[in-house]
């Protein structure tokens, strides 16, 4: 089974930073692509941004200039660099990897997910 891992939540004023990790764990063989997702209330879990083994990346246009996503292929670590972050981006994050564990084809797993509030 694959594990994955987030930290780095929490509470920032507007126009602040912020920046999220994501690690993954366990029986992986190879991973496709990692990303962050999120989920505010009454609205569909909608994708911020991803990126492949390869390097490359895509964003909502809602956060286009604003985020940045990288990786570190080595530590099978994604991350999530917020900037100029407005009330509009206060919801769940939920980091996702795109793997092949034990099984022979790639699954979606999901992390615990972690709270962002944008708030004076």
Request: charged share 15%; proline share 2%; hydrophobic share 35%.
């Amino acid at each position: 089974q694959v594990q994955v891992v987030e930290s780095g939540g929490g509470l920032v004023q507007p126009g602040g930073s912020l920046r999220l990790s994501c690690a993954a764990s366990g029986n992986i063989f190879s991973i496709n692509a990692m990303g962050w997702y999120r989920q505010a209330p009454g609205k569909q879990r909608e994708l911020v941004a991803d990126i492949t083994s390869g390097g490359r990346t895509n964003y909502a246009d809602s956060v286009k200039g604003r985020f940045t996503i990288s990786r570190d292929n080595a530590k099978n670590a994604v991350y999530l660099q917020m900037n100029r972050l407005k009330s509009e981006d206060t919801a769940v994050y939920y980091c996702n990897v795109a793997a092949r564990g034990s099984s022979w084809y790639a699954e979606a797993y999901w992390g615990q997910g972690t709270q962002v509030t944008v708030s004076s």
